[in-house]
Every structure is written in C-alpha cells, then in structure tokens.
C-alpha cells in the first residue's frame, strides 16, 4: 500500500483538482466582490435564495432522471439508514464534546454542531465532484437532517413543542418537493405507466427522455446552484469581521469539532457498520455523507440561536470561523476520502 503514491495520484487527477480549485475560486470571487463592494450586502442573501429556491430543486429532481440499478437502490438505502443514525449519535456525542458548558451557551454549541449546512455547502461540492450519483445521495442523506433539525433542533433552541410553521417548512419547501418527486419517479419508474423512446421505454415521468424541452431547462437551472452557492459564501464572507471570531476560543473550538471530529465520528460508524454487513457503501456514497458532515454552521440553526437569544454572538463568530475552515478543510478531505477509496480500506 503506497500511500504517497496513492496521495500523488489524487492530486494529479484532474477532475479532483479542477473541483476543488473552482470551489475555492469561485467563493474567492464573491469574498473580492463583496469586500470592493460590487456586491452590495443584500446580494450574499439574494443568490443564496435563488439557490434555495429555484437552483438546488432542479438539480434535485434532475439527478433522479435516472435508471434505477440494484447497487444505487442498496447504497440509497443505507444512506437514507445512516442518515437518520447519525444524527441520533450526534445528540448523544456532542453533549460529552460540550460537558464544561452550561445553559444556553452549551445547547447552542450542540446544535450548531449537529446541523450543517449540507444542502447550501455540502450539495453543490458534491454535485462538482460525485455529479448526478452523488447528488441522489445527498438528497437521500438529508431527508433525515431536515426531520431533525426542524424537529429536534426547533424544540432544543426554543423550549417550546413542535409547531405546524416548522412542519410545513419541514416538508413544503420546493427542495423537499423535488426530491420526494424525484425519488418517486426513480424508485418506480418500472410500475409507472410506460412510453416507447428511441432508447426503449421508460417511465412517462422520466422528462430526461419523454419532455427533454421541460427536463432542459431544469439542467440549465441545476447548473447554476454551484456558482451561485460559491459567490453567496464568498460574499458572506466579505461582509463579516475576523477580527472578533477568531478571538473566541469557544468558537474555535467548536469548529474543530464541527469540520474535523464530526466526519471523522461519520467515518468510523460507516465503517463499523459496513464492516459488520449491516449497511453497504461504496466510495461515492461515503463521500457524500462525510462531505455533508464536514459542512459549516447551519442557516437555520443559526436562526434559532438569534431568533431565542441563545447566544446569538456566538453563534454568528462560530458559524464565519466554521465557513472559512470547511473552505480550506473540504478539499483536504476529498483527498483522504480518495486515498480511502485507492486503499479499498472501506
């Protein structure tokens, strides 16, 4: 096993490199339009809509437009297993991480540790680099990080019980949409009524091949959800002060949880669990849910830290330190996860 030549390799591929430098420049952009102002400070807001609102559904809902095979059908499951596990682990794990807390500074720290930004951050890198297999993984993944967070998350920050606001945000926002509609196309195109193509017959509700006028579209939207994500962080960036993050240890702490030992508990629970039969990844479906996990602080659970006063300052240092540190730590784990994928250790 040649580690080195195996890490030399990965930095020579092409395709990792060219993923991991667009990222990084794409986000340098918005941080530069941001800070010479040719981007004005509601523009950080607006893009991030776009991409929550229109871009991200469509790519979606696109990556379903697929034939289902056994091996995508065994993986989706078993991330969809894991990625309700996961979260269960992490409301017991994060409380040893935070023992020397107390109050709300400590609850804040948990749930912000919990929840990253997967849709906004994580999805777009994965679509760079994984392309439609990863993008049905991560969609999968995420069906049970929204039924904690808005759920487990809500009640935690707020004191208070579950309410219907949280239950239609859970279920009705056009990301959710898409990817149940996609998911119920690609899970029972074969019991869906069938059309004849020039590539033989498929599923009516497979627009890839039965409405490529509608299904085009949607590909041009999908498109745009990486750049769009990249320059919003970039300018979100641009508008916050360093000074006064980087001089909370708290917050320094947290990241190093958040970025590092977060993913690092994923990896360990991937591979206890495959290594015993339980559930099955291959290299595509665990980098996915190490990427999602290696995410920066949550929009939503920074909301709630502002919107019930649990140490709001705190959570706005924690989640700019933690954004600039998945910057710089989510290409060195790409790199790992392909030296794992070379060594065939998972």
Not at 65 to 90: C, D
Not at 139 to 153: P, T
Request: with cysteine; net charge neutral.
């Amino acid at each position: 096993m040649d580690l080195l030549n195996i890490f030399e390799q990965t930095l020579t591929d092409m395709n990792v490199v060219s993923a991991i430098t667009s990222t990084v420049f794409v986000i340098l952009v918005g941080y530069y339009c941001r800070k010479r102002e040719i981007f004005s400070e509601a523009v950080s807001k607006i893009l991030s809509k776009v991409v929550l609102t229109v871009a991200l559904p469509a790519l979606a809902f696109n990556a379903f437009m697929k034939p289902i095979n056994q091996e995508q059908l065994q993986q989706g499951m078993s991330v969809l297993i894991w990625g309700i596990l996961i979260y269960i682990v992490l409301i017991f794990v994060t409380k040893i991480f935070y023992l020397k807390y107390e109050g709300d500074r400590k609850t804040t720290l948990e749930i912000l540790t919990i929840f990253g930004s997967t849709t906004f951050f994580g999805i777009p890198i994965i679509s760079a680099i994984y392309g439609d297999e990863g993008v049905i993984y991560a969609n999968i993944f995420n069906i049970g990080y929204r039924i904690f967070l808005y759920s487990y998350g809500f009640i935690a920050m707020s004191g208070l019980k579950m309410d219907k606001k949280n239950v239609k945000t859970m279920f009705l926002n056009p990301i959710v949409l898409a990817t149940f509609g996609g998911l119920f196309i690609w899970l029972f195109q074969d019991q869906l009524p069938q059309v004849q193509t020039a590539d033989g017959a498929v599923a009516f509700l497979r627009i890839d091949a039965t409405a490529p006028w509608l299904y085009k579209p949607l590909e041009y939207l999908a498109k745009l959800s990486s750049p769009l994500a990249w320059l919003s962080i970039g300018a979100t960036l641009g508008s916050l002060k360093f000074s006064q993050a980087a001089s909370n240890r708290t917050a320094w702490y947290y990241t190093v949880m958040k970025i590092i030992a977060v993913p690092v508990i994923n990896i360990l629970g991937i591979y206890l669990l495959h290594g015993t039969g339980l559930l099955h990844f291959n290299p595509t479906s665990l980098a996915t849910t190490v990427i999602m996990m290696a995410t920066p602080t949550a929009t939503v659970a920074a909301a709630y830290a502002i919107n019930f006063d649990k140490d709001a300052v705190l959570a706005s240092n924690a989640s700019l330190l933690s954004t600039l540190a998945a910057v710089i730590m989510i290409p060195l784990w790409i790199v790992i996860l392909e030296i794992i994928s070379q060594t065939g250790i998972l």
